[in-house]
């Protein structure tokens, strides 16, 4: 039987101040251009933590809006607000700085993390007070130091700042005189990756109803790498993530692939379980620092807020079939190989056509196609235009070809198999994963069949290959009744032809 998602979560963090200190367009530009006038306007043009809330994509990805009711919304998106929003979701939490800095030392376990003693007696207890966070996490808080003390590793020793409404609050030491790989810049890339993952993990135990006993197996999908000098790149994250989430019976491992790593881990994931490996592997990300207002140039030029203030976590909780649970079909499995090329319509090809071939469907038989879900309010004004828009179009003009859409057709395919975009570009975030918690909520409720997950990934980016990178898998309704139906079918059929045989043997006996 096929392997089932369980549940997933889906978490934002607002960290306006990492936007201004730690997202890569900023720092360069304080290298490059010190006295930029772009550099002026970032400050002015981060979010309050209530716009944040109150945006209708990030209420989206948390779960309070469905796509479809975020697609009948005016576009844009970032000049209005929804009234009702909640910091909590149905998947998860928007969770804000102050508080997040709590959950970052919870997950330091080499004691590079300084607080100042001041901001943990104001907001240690807000903290505690999440209802995802337990007692076990808030007893790894320590009670601060001097902000004397911070500033002296700030100034003197290379450490990265942690701002709060932009005010020195903390710090990440380095955790090596020389080694790069564990530089103050480093850990701290790589702590708040692991932070947000937890947020994701916690939140998706709760939303699968299940032990944190029985994860027994965990895939970190990020784009982040821990290790030093001698194995830059060793992780592992899952386990690390999985350390403080209370995971206490799981093991795991990271897989990384760009932004197509999401859909890579969920394969495997599935694999590992249908296999009868593992009972339950969660796949986990958390988000990325250095894309913190990447494309903030072009929306403060624009005269938009910088809407890259957020890092983004996710998790799936994968599992054997219950009988109820959507399934992850592993006989429709899309991939990009070294020989496909990067020619758009290849590429679609080799994610989309060649995998419904194999099983004799066609596009038009998949329900919802889940791509890149990029947020075209950030993208749009980036000149990157409305990727997912793009997506559907030549996945639409690939059916067209095939002859198995008409022409005439064409728009309505894109609005009726397609999405609005709405998440976070966090890098591997927003490539086809965001879909699958509503896609099984979707598929449960009968408004759907199925949905197609697509991952993508620019390999070339590592200067390593110039290839291109995707995979895809198919989600739909459980057939586990079915297979046991037919499967009875089977043994009385197995059970007729052995009568039967015997009779014919007993005659020929008695006619010796």
Same mark, same amino acid.
């Given at each position: 039987?096929?392997?089932?998602?369980?549940?997933?979560?889906?978490?934002?963090?607002?960290?306006?101040?990492?936007?201004?200190?730690?997202?890569?367009?900023?720092?360069?530009?304080?290298?490059?251009?010190?006295?930029?006038?772009?550099?002026?306007?970032?400050?002015?043009?981060?979010?309050?933590?209530?716009?944040?809330?109150?945006?209708?994509?990030?209420?989206?990805?948390?779960?309070?809006?469905?796509?479809?009711?975020?697609?009948?919304?005016?576009?844009?998106?970032?000049?209005?607000?929804?009234?009702?929003?909640?910091?909590?979701?149905?998947?998860?939490?928007?969770?804000?700085?102050?508080?997040?800095?709590?959950?970052?030392?919870?997950?330091?376990?080499?004691?590079?993390?300084?607080?100042?003693?001041?901001?943990?007696?104001?907001?240690?207890?807000?903290?505690?007070?999440?209802?995802?966070?337990?007692?076990?996490?808030?007893?790894?808080?320590?009670?601060?130091?001097?902000?004397?003390?911070?500033?002296?590793?700030?100034?003197?020793?290379?450490?990265?700042?942690?701002?709060?409404?932009?005010?020195?609050?903390?710090?990440?030491?380095?955790?090596?005189?020389?080694?790069?790989?564990?530089?103050?810049?480093?850990?701290?890339?790589?702590?708040?990756? =692991?932070?947000?993952?937890?947020?994701?993990?916690?939140?998706?135990?709760?939303?699968?109803?299940?032990? =944190?006993?029985?994860?027994?197996?965990?895939?970190?999908?990020?784009?982040?790498?821990?290790?030093?000098?001698?194995?830059?790149?060793?992780?592992?994250?899952?386990?690390?993530?999985?350390?403080?989430?209370?995971?206490?019976?799981?093991?795991?491992?990271?897989?990384?692939?760009?932004?197509?790593?999401?859909?890579?881990?969920?394969?495997?994931?599935?694999?590992?379980?249908?296999?009868?490996?593992?009972?339950?592997?969660?796949?986990?990300?958390?988000?990325?620092?250095?894309?913190?207002?990447?494309?903030?140039?072009?929306?403060?030029?624009?005269?938009?807020?910088?809407?890259?203030?957020?890092?983004?976590?996710?998790?799936?909780?994968?599992?054997?079939?219950?009988?109820?649970?959507?399934?992850?079909?592993?006989?429709?499995?899309?991939?990009?190989?070294?020989?496909?090329?990067?020619?758009?319509?290849?590429?679609?090809?080799?994610?989309?056509?060649?995998?419904?071939?194999?099983?004799?469907?066609?596009?038009?038989?998949?329900?919802?196609?889940?791509?890149?879900?990029?947020?075209?309010?950030?993208?749009?004004?980036?000149?990157?235009?409305?990727?997912?828009?793009?997506?559907? =179009?030549?996945?639409?003009?690939?059916?067209?070809?095939?002859?198995?859409?008409?022409?005439?057709?064409?728009?309505?395919?894109?609005?009726?198999?397609?999405?609005?975009?709405?998440?976070?570009?966090?890098?591997?975030?927003?490539?086809?994963?965001?879909?699958?918690?509503?896609?099984?909520?979707?598929?449960?409720?009968? =408004?759907?069949?199925?949905?197609?997950?697509?991952?993508?990934?620019?390999?070339?980016?590592?200067?390593?290959?110039?290839?291109?990178?995707?995979?895809?898998?198919?989600?739909?309704?459980?057939?586990?009744?079915?297979?046991?139906?037919?499967?009875?079918?089977?043994?009385?059929?197995?059970?007729?032809?052995?009568?039967?045989?015997?009779?014919?043997?007993?005659?020929?006996?008695?006619?010796?």
């Amino acid at each position: 039987m096929n392997s089932v998602i369980k549940g997933a979560s889906y978490v934002l963090v607002h960290t306006p101040d990492m936007v201004y200190y730690n997202g890569t367009t900023q720092t360069t530009e304080m290298v490059v251009n010190p006295d930029s006038e772009y550099l002026k306007e970032v400050k002015p043009n981060l979010r309050s933590y209530e716009d944040a809330v109150k945006y209708w994509p990030n209420q989206t990805y948390i779960g309070n809006v469905h796509p479809d009711e975020l697609a009948g919304v005016e576009f844009p998106w970032y000049d209005k607000k929804k009234e009702d929003a909640d910091r909590y979701g149905k998947y998860g939490e928007i969770m804000p700085e102050e508080e997040f800095l709590f959950l970052v030392q919870a997950c330091d376990q080499f004691e590079v993390v300084r607080l100042d003693k001041d901001f943990v007696a104001e907001y240690k207890d807000k903290f505690a007070a999440d209802p995802i966070i337990g007692e076990d996490i808030v007893a790894m808080i320590h009670e601060g130091v001097e902000l004397s003390e911070i500033e002296h590793f700030v100034n003197e020793e290379h450490a990265e700042g942690l701002y709060f409404n932009d005010k020195l609050v903390g710090c990440v030491k380095r955790a090596h005189d020389i080694d790069v790989n564990l530089s103050a810049h480093v850990m701290h890339e790589n702590l708040m990756s =692991k932070a947000s993952s937890v947020l994701a993990l916690l939140y998706a135990v709760r939303n699968a109803g299940i032990d =944190k006993a029985e994860v027994e197996y965990v895939i970190d999908c990020a784009e982040e790498a821990c290790g030093d000098m001698n194995q830059r790149g060793g992780g592992n994250f899952a386990k690390a993530a999985a350390e403080i989430a209370g995971l206490v019976n799981a093991t795991g491992s990271d897989a990384r692939g760009f932004c197509a790593a999401p859909t890579h881990a969920v394969i495997e994931a599935a694999a590992l379980v249908k296999s009868g490996a593992y009972k339950t592997v969660v796949v986990t990300s958390g988000g990325c620092t250095a894309k913190l207002g990447m494309n903030g140039k072009d929306h403060v030029k624009k005269g938009l807020p910088i809407l890259e203030d957020c890092l983004g976590g996710f998790a799936v909780v994968i599992s054997e079939n219950d009988g109820v649970s959507p399934e992850i079909d592993l006989n429709v499995l899309g991939r990009h190989t070294v020989g496909t090329g990067s020619a758009p319509q290849n590429v679609i090809g080799s994610l989309v056509a060649d995998p419904l071939d194999r099983v004799g469907m066609k596009i038009t038989d998949i329900d919802k196609f889940s791509p890149e879900m990029q947020n075209p309010d950030i993208t749009k004004p980036a000149g990157a235009g409305d990727v997912p828009l793009a997506n559907y =179009k030549m996945i639409g003009a690939l059916a067209v070809k095939r002859g198995e859409l008409d022409r005439k057709e064409l728009a309505n395919f894109t609005t009726e198999k397609g999405l609005t975009g709405w998440a976070p570009t966090q890098g591997h975030i927003p490539s086809g994963v965001p879909y699958i918690g509503p896609a099984c909520e979707d598929i449960k409720e009968g =408004k759907i069949k199925n949905a197609m997950i697509i991952g993508k990934g620019s390999l070339f980016l590592g200067r390593m290959t110039n290839l291109f990178d995707g995979v895809s898998f198919l989600i739909h309704g459980n057939t586990a009744a079915e297979e046991e139906a037919a499967a009875g079918v089977s043994e009385e059929e197995v059970k007729g032809l052995i009568a039967k045989a015997m009779k014919d043997f007993a005659a020929t006996l008695m006619a010796e």
